[in-house]
């Protein structure tokens, strides 16, 4: 690492050419990332569902669960006449001259126009996938409202739009979040690093790799789907981890050109390559190992089998490839470069050249003293705090995630009062023709049916029939599931039952399947990397083990407020009574990143100091000492980002900003300040212990050198 920092500054050019490219060539496609990426792949590839969903597309003229329902509803009369008549003959054919559109099915008496005659769903087929059904939807939607008047409402719902009504209202949440979060992050880190300049670089670092990841992701696109989620959480994760990896990169090279600093101008030069050295193989190499960690942690997510997870770990995971190479490439350069001027314009009370914190250094002594009396006190709180999870709920997100004027929400609300609880939630049933009556029968004996319609024949003449009924609960219910169970039971082999609702409950069993693999996976594999990176079997144990505290914790929180309603009004959200069921799987592996990255900038510092002298007090209060106030600004940085997100935009940005706020809150200051560096003197020298055996297996990674 110390020679990659030497060669970048010897081939300056090269690098600022290369990045230059890199930066202007993919950013040109970064425009494009809202409209491109896909909206949909909420899906659990392989299940029942999803196979009912495409036979209905395929031989029903798109009668699918992705489907566009546009709800029109008069308040003069009833909707076949007058003004509602010609506003039905608008919709239909703004919807006839969308090519992306199958058929288009007019309100049917009995199914479709309520007994009132004031409501009508006129059915636009899916003539595409799911993604370019949301893509379709967004395109339209706009214009069918525009199509209300005084007497008439205009509302289209249905899968496809709830997915374009979220991802519309999450990019907004997500633009103010970033835009909220830019200035009390500078804030943090001008006081952090005590000088404009140096405050600015990571920044500079994170947009360079936003811009770059945001352009790879629409490249990507065009040979895999990828879900827009990609990039919102890639502009989160970005911004948080660049600004780690600067900070201890950056406090690092200003120690070390105040630690060695010729008086001859003529070793200059000298001095600067000696610093940029020293750096990279110290901190160049925690930064390194930790930005292993979290792809690591990440690449977990794969083994959920749904497009959605997939690329949102992949877009995490490129925008981390993109800032790590910045940080290891292009701001080493920056820094050598800048040199001196990187402390331009310091605060008054900046000592820009101090790499050992004597506060950190006191806290680290008064942690030696007592480290019972601390470790016990902060295992309390987090053991307290992790303790509702026991009673934690998840589901898919019900309709309360959309604001409540959104197009499709008002059109949900619309055909549950005028077709019943379940209407919204109509459950599709593919079936051989053979077994069409068998199947009907089954669904009108059942409780939880409301009503089955009569089966519909295929469009192209193949043998298959299509039912579509209407449960007796709304779609978030729970019963809804149970429903679903026994109809899967009892109907003839050959059905296969589906609908927008039962993808979502497939999805869910999937991810409640998924949730301790990756947990497992994850644990294990960052107990390995933090094996190879440290060379002691106990304390990287410890350090894993200790991460699952805080993020229980994290999720007992989060089910206070999210499940309970605790603080919702505060947070200006209708509460769904669980927990998005996503939440456990996706949110574990990003937890455990971050957490990770903490727990490799401060055990890295130990073993540099333990190396260097063989001491477990040197170690710990060392550790402390020249990590801990990056540790502690990181974290406030890390803590202000994702708390911004707690503040705008539907639930579950909400709920991500929450959960990850918490968990960067206790696992940055109780965990890896106060509980690891307890775990470090108890354990004293043990910790840094290894059998020769083990040593012969490991690469020889090392911290300390001259």
Same mark, same amino acid.
């Given at each position: 690492?110390?020679?990659?920092?030497?060669?970048?500054?010897?081939?300056?050019?090269?690098?600022?050419?290369?990045?230059?490219?890199?930066?202007?060539?993919?950013?040109?496609?970064?425009?494009?990332?809202?409209?491109?990426?896909?909206?949909?792949?909420?899906?659990?590839?392989?299940?029942?569902s999803v196979e009912a969903r495409e036979l209905a597309r395929e031989h029903f003229g798109g009668n699918a669960s992705s489907a566009i329902q546009?709800?029109?509803?008069?308040?003069?009369?009833?909707?076949?006449?007058?003004?509602?008549?010609?506003?039905?003959?608008?919709?239909?054919?703004?919807?006839?001259?969308?090519?992306?559109?199958?058929?288009?099915?007019?309100?049917?008496?009995?199914?479709?126009?309520?007994?009132?005659?004031?409501?009508?769903?006129?059915?636009?087929?899916?003539?595409?996938?799911?993604?370019?059904?949301?893509?379709?939807?967004?395109?339209?939607?706009?214009?069918?409202?525009?199509?209300?008047?005084?007497?008439?409402?205009?509302?289209?719902?249905?899968?496809?739009?709830?997915?374009?009504?979220?991802?519309?209202?999450?990019?907004?949440?997500?633009?103010?979040?970033?835009?909220?979060?830019?200035?009390?992050?500078?804030?943090?880190?001008?006081?952090?690093?005590?000088?404009?300049?140096?405050?600015?670089?990571?920044?500079?670092?994170?947009l360079a790799g936003l811009v770059a990841s945001a352009g790879s992701l629409v490249l990507i696109n065009e040979l895999v789907p990828v879900s827009?989620?990609?990039?919102?959480?890639?502009?989160?994760?970005?911004?948080?981890?660049?600004?780690?990896?600067?900070?201890?990169?950056?406090?690092?090279?200003?120690?070390?050109?105040?630690?060695?600093?010729?008086?001859?101008?003529?070793?200059?030069?000298?001095?600067?390559?000696?610093?940029?050295?020293?750096?990279?193989?110290?901190?160049?190499?925690?930064?390194?190992?930790?930005?292993?960690?979290?792809?690591?942690?990440?690449?977990?997510?794969?083994?959920?089998?749904?497009?959605?997870?997939?690329?949102?770990?992949?877009?995490?995971?490129?925008?981390?490839?993109?800032?790590?190479?910045?940080?290891?490439?292009?701001?080493?350069?920056?820094?050598?470069?800048?040199?001196?001027?990187?402390?331009?314009?310091?605060?008054?009370?900046?000592?820009?050249?101090?790499?050992?914190?004597?506060?950190?250094?006191?806290?680290?002594?008064?942690?030696?003293?007592?480290?019972?009396?601390?470790?016990?006190?902060?295992?309390?709180?987090?053991?307290?705090?992790?303790?509702?999870?026991?009673?934690?709920?998840?589901?898919?997100?019900?309709?309360?995630?959309?604001?409540?004027?959104?197009?499709?929400?008002?059109?949900?609300?619309?055909?549950?009062?005028?077709?019943?609880?379940?209407?919204?939630?109509?459950?599709?049933?593919?079936?051989?023709?053979?077994?069409?009556?068998?199947?009907?029968?089954?669904?009108?004996?059942?409780?939880?049916?409301?009503?089955?319609?009569?089966?519909?024949?295929?469009?192209?003449?193949?043998?298959?029939?299509?039912?579509?009924?209407?449960?007796?609960?709304?779609?978030?219910?729970?019963?809804?599931?149970?429903?679903?169970?026994?109809?899967?039971?009892?109907?003839?082999?050959?059905?296969?039952?589906?609908?927008?609702?039962?993808?979502?409950?497939?999805?869910?069993?999937?991810?409640? $399947?998924?949730?301790?693999?990756?947990?497992?996976? *994850? !644990?294990?594999?960052? #107990? @390995?990397?933090? =094996? /190879?990176? +440290?060379?002691?079997?106990?304390?990287?144990?410890?350090?894993?083990?200790?991460?699952?505290?805080?993020?229980?914790?994290?999720?007992?929180?989060?089910?206070?407020?999210?499940?309970?309603?605790?603080?919702?009004?505060?947070?200006?959200?209708?509460?769904?009574?669980?927990?998005?069921?996503?939440?456990?799987?996706?949110?574990?592996?990003?937890?455990?990143?971050?957490?990770?990255?903490?727990?490799?900038?401060?055990?890295?510092?130990?073993?540099?100091?333990?190396?260097?002298?063989?001491?477990?007090?040197?170690?710990?209060?060392?550790?402390?000492?020249?990590?801990?106030?990056?540790?502690?600004?990181?974290?406030?940085?890390?803590?202000?980002?994702?708390?911004?997100?707690?503040?705008?935009?539907?639930?579950?940005?909400? $709920?991500?900003?929450?959960?990850?706020?918490?968990? *960067? !809150?206790?696992?940055? #200051? @109780?965990?890896? =300040? /106060?509980? +690891?560096?307890?775990?470090?003197?108890?354990?004293?020298?043990?910790?840094?212990?290894?059998?020769?055996?083990?040593?012969?297996?490991?690469?020889?990674?090392?911290?300390?050198?001259?």
């Amino acid at each position: 690492m110390g020679r990659l920092g030497v060669w970048v500054t010897d081939h300056a050019r090269l690098v600022s050419v290369l990045w230059l490219l890199t930066i202007v060539g993919l950013g040109a496609f970064a425009p494009q990332v809202e409209h491109n990426l896909s909206g949909a792949g909420w899906q659990a590839n392989g299940s029942e569902s999803v196979e009912a969903r495409e036979l209905a597309r395929e031989h029903f003229g798109g009668n699918a669960s992705s489907a566009i329902q546009v709800v029109v509803r008069s308040t003069d009369g009833p909707v076949t006449e007058g003004d509602g008549q010609q506003v039905l003959a608008k919709v239909t054919n703004i919807l006839e001259q969308e090519p992306r559109i199958a058929e288009v099915v007019p309100p049917t008496p009995g199914a479709t126009l309520s007994q009132d005659g004031e409501t009508a769903i006129v059915l636009a087929g899916a003539g595409a996938d799911t993604n370019e059904m949301v893509r379709v939807a967004t395109d339209i939607k706009g214009e069918l409202q525009g199509l209300s008047t005084e007497t008439v409402e205009v509302n289209p719902t249905g899968s496809s739009l709830l997915w374009s009504d979220f991802n519309e209202a999450n990019l907004d949440a997500m633009l103010k979040s970033e835009f909220m979060s830019w200035p009390v992050t500078l804030a943090i880190l001008v006081l952090a690093f005590g000088a404009l300049v140096a405050a600015g670089l990571p920044l500079i670092l994170t947009l360079a790799g936003l811009v770059a990841s945001a352009g790879s992701l629409v490249l990507i696109n065009e040979l895999v789907p990828v879900s827009i989620w990609a990039m919102n959480f890639a502009m989160m994760f970005a911004l948080a981890l660049g600004i780690d990896y600067a900070l201890f990169i950056v406090v690092r090279y200003r120690a070390a050109r105040a630690a060695r600093r010729s008086a001859d101008p003529a070793m200059a030069a000298a001095d600067r390559r000696w610093a940029i050295a020293q750096t990279m193989d110290t901190a160049g190499k925690a930064v390194l190992l930790s930005g292993m960690t979290v792809l690591i942690s990440l690449s977990a997510v794969m083994l959920v089998p749904s497009p959605s997870f997939r690329s949102m770990a992949g877009g995490i995971m490129l925008s981390v490839v993109f800032v790590l190479a910045a940080t290891l490439t292009l701001l080493p350069l920056v820094l050598v470069k800048l040199d001196d001027r990187i402390n331009k314009f310091a605060l008054p009370w900046s000592r820009s050249g101090e790499h050992r914190s004597a506060k950190f250094a006191a806290w680290g002594e008064r942690l030696w003293k007592r480290p019972l009396t601390w470790g016990l006190a902060s295992l309390v709180v987090l053991v307290a705090l992790a303790a509702p999870i026991l009673g934690l709920q998840t589901a898919m997100p019900s309709i309360k995630v959309l604001p409540e004027d959104a197009s499709a929400r008002v059109g949900y609300d619309r055909v549950q009062e005028s077709f019943g609880e379940g209407a919204p939630g109509t459950l599709q049933i593919v079936t051989a023709g053979a077994d069409a009556d068998a199947t009907t029968a089954v669904l009108a004996a059942d409780d939880g049916i409301a009503a089955a319609m009569a089966p519909m024949p295929a469009a192209d003449g193949s043998d298959l029939v299509l039912v579509q009924a209407v449960p007796t609960v709304d779609p978030s219910d729970p019963a809804l599931g149970d429903t679903v169970e026994r109809l899967r039971a009892d109907l003839p082999d050959s059905a296969l039952v589906g609908g927008a609702a039962v993808e979502n409950l497939d999805l869910k069993s999937q991810l409640d $399947e998924s949730t301790p693999i990756v947990i497992g996976v *994850v !644990l294990v594999l960052g #107990f @390995l990397l933090l =094996l /190879v990176a +440290l060379q002691a079997p106990l304390i990287s144990l410890l350090g894993t083990l200790a991460s699952l505290l805080s993020t229980a914790a994290a999720f007992g929180v989060a089910r206070l407020i999210f499940q309970e309603g605790y603080g919702a009004d505060l947070l200006g959200f209708e509460p769904q009574g669980f927990l998005d069921a996503w939440a456990p799987v996706f949110f574990f592996a990003m937890i455990f990143a971050i957490a990770m990255d903490y727990t490799v900038f401060l055990l890295a510092s130990a073993k540099e100091h333990y190396e260097r002298s063989g001491d477990a007090k040197d170690a710990m209060v060392g550790s402390l000492a020249h990590s801990g106030r990056v540790i502690f600004a990181a974290g406030a940085v890390m803590v202000a980002v994702f708390f911004t997100f707690a503040l705008s935009g539907p639930i579950p940005p909400k $709920e991500m900003g929450v959960v990850l706020g918490i968990a *960067v !809150l206790l696992d940055a #200051f @109780l965990v890896r =300040l /106060v509980l +690891l560096p307890v775990m470090l003197r108890l354990t004293g020298h043990a910790a840094w212990y290894s059998p020769a055996w083990l040593r012969k297996v490991l690469p020889n990674i090392t911290f300390a050198h001259d």
